[in-house]
């Protein structure tokens, strides 16, 4: 992060909040304007400008948590705790804790909600203690995806490339040929992209790694962060090597605290073992990895707000072309990778591109971590070939709570369109999902039981668009608000019949006017289930 974020992070981690006149002792001392600093601190749902309560209880409102019962969780939490001095309930966006909707988290610390009333009573005794209730054991879970059998032997796959001198040429031409995509939504060529960045005679040039994933129902990088750290931290060095880069941030979201205290344990040991450091890719050709934690929202997975935000700027997302590749932070060519993708570097390159390949079914290429949520028995992060289907998917879930049959399911995240239950046999791979009108995405797949209010949903995930808006696009900024008046109105039974005619034209500016992703995307998923379940959506838009 630049100078300014990170001095307000610690001037609030100091004093709990940001106060007026160390605003204007940091402007002074950092000799830029209070505008700008105030302009970030607006900007960022992270800083706060008043004290904090004693105690803060954060509650999530988004998709997952909505079908988990998360408003009347809401409800019910926010009446218990009215009466508890210094307690302060607050609905947020998501807080990637899909896999234990409904989420909670104490002070920002991730709780299970069963616990909610007895750990807000510990927490209220003395705060300091809400931060000891998530330390759990480290992991031992082996993952497919993991080529070392031994902690001692991790690395060695960037130990064997820089022992016999590999080419970057080879190294890109074998993740071009395993079929790599980006795994944070995108799915564009590694290898090529590597390739783009490699060809960039401008130096510096810097790897980012985008752990900043924020997007409903999304958490499966959060494992990668947790137990396998060291493959993403690999690739990136292999990254490095290949593109010519010294530096690497990983921006993560500060939501994942527990996941950055093993990122931190495991960057240690990455020195420790000389992936990183003076001599990383060889003889004084060093190259270190930093953790730049993320102010908050969710625009910051966007890779260009990203790095606005980096810069010291407001995380608003930058006209494309020119690319991050081409011209990314400070202006100079950077590799933004996916915390997933860089994982499975190591593998292929060990493998080959053929072993990786030959990992997915039915036509897809290699593993893919899943995140799933929703009605089913065991929600969590699934390791499974590329092109499992979502039935299986489920079925290693335990298959639907109760039992029940499946409704609608969003195979790819919030953004992701919904289809019909009898998508089951629909295989999770990009080119399969996109026939299916809908995408593989982030790789968070929300299964909705039979029961379940499909419309209110969808509603939701167009409100948590709007809430998550930078702002920057007019169209975006005030088309979602529009989306979200309409669409409260229906979701009371109260929806009128000329709004539902508009919402499909509305969809339509805010996709063809809007910068970047969130405003292109943010009514569509409403959109899919007026198609999908065309009767349950008339029958709640009946007024004229
Ligand atoms: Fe910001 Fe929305 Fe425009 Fe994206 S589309 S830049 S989120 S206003």
Redo the contacts with the bound molecule.
């Keep these: 992060m630049g100078a300014i974020i990170d001095a307000l992070t610690e001037l609030q981690h100091e004093h709990g909040h940001l106060r007026s006149g160390d605003l204007e002792a940091l402007a002074a001392r950092l000799g830029v304007p209070l505008y700008r600093i105030e302009g970030l601190v607006s900007f960022y749902p992270h800083f706060r400008r008043e004290p904090p309560p004693r105690v803060e209880v954060a509650l999530c409102r988004d998709v997952s948590c909505r079908l988990a019962g998360g408003r009347d969780f809401c409800a019910r939490a926010r009446q218990a705790l009215a009466s508890v001095p210094g307690v302060s309930v607050r609905e947020v966006s998501c807080i990637g804790r899909c896999d234990t909707a409904p989420a909670a988290a104490i002070n920002e610390h991730p709780v299970h909600a069963a616990d909610l009333a007895a750990l807000v009573a510990r927490a209220s005794e003395a705060p300091a203690a809400a931060a000891a209730i998530t330390e759990g054991p480290a992991p031992t879970r082996r993952w497919a995806s993991d080529p070392y059998g031994s902690e001692d032997e991790r690395y060695g796959v960037l130990a064997s490339l820089r022992a016999r001198g590999a080419s970057a040429e080879e190294i890109i031409q074998t993740l071009k040929d395993s079929g790599l995509r980006g795994m944070g939504g995108a799915g564009f060529p590694t290898g090529l992209k590597w390739e783009v960045v490699r060809k960039e005679p401008a130096r510096p040039k810097y790897i980012v790694c985008n752990a900043d994933e924020s997007e409903p129902g999304t958490f499966k990088d959060r494992l990668v962060l947790d137990e396998l750290p060291h493959l993403m931290l690999e690739g990136m060095a292999i990254a490095a090597l290949v593109i010519g880069a010294e530096e690497g941030i990983v921006f993560i979201r500060h939501e994942y605290g527990p996941e950055r205290a093993r990122l931190a344990r495991a960057l240690d040991e990455a020195r420790r073992r000389g992936a990183l450091g003076k001599d990383a890719l060889g003889k004084d050709r060093p190259f270190d990895v930093r953790i730049a934690v993320s102010p908050g929202g969710y625009?910051l997975g966007e890779e260009t707000a990203l790095l606005e935000c980096l810069e010291d700027r407001r995380g608003?997302?930058r006209n494309k072309p020119p690319y991050p590749g081409q011209r990314g932070l400070y202006g100079q060519p950077t590799l933004l990778n996916n915390v997933e993708t860089l994982s499975y570097v190591p593998i292929i390159l060990k493998e080959g591109p053929e072993a990786w390949k030959a990992r997915g079914v039915r036509g897809a290429t290699g593993l893919k971590f899943i995140a799933l949520s929703g009605d089913v028995e065991r929600p969590g992060v699934y390791q499974v070939p590329m092109g499992t289907t979502i039935g299986e998917l489920v079925a290693l879930a335990g298959g639907t709570r109760d039992g029940k049959p499946i409704l609608a399911i969003a195979p790819g995240g919030a953004s992701s369109n919904f289809l019909h239950g009898d998508a089951v046999d629909a295989p999770l791979d990009f080119k399969a999902l996109a026939e299916r009108g809908s995408m593989l995405g982030s790789g968070a797949v929300l299964v909705v039981a039979e029961g379940g209010d499909i419309v209110d949903l969808a509603a939701n995930v167009v409100a948590f668009f709007r809430n998550e808006?930078?702002?920057?696009?007019v169209p975006?900024?005030v088309g979602t608000e529009k989306a979200v008046t309409m669409l409260e109105r229906a979701v009371e039974g109260r929806g009128s019949k000329r709004h539902l005619a508009l919402l499909p034209e509305l969809a339509e500016t805010l996709a063809e006017t809007?910068?970047?992703g969130?405003?292109?995307v943010a009514i569509a998923p409403f959109l899919s289930v007026m198609r999908t379940f065309e009767g349950e959506v008339r029958a709640r838009f009946t007024e004229e």
């Design positions: 625009i608003e997302p808006s930078c702002g920057k696009c975006c900024r809007s910068i970047c969130l405003g292109q």
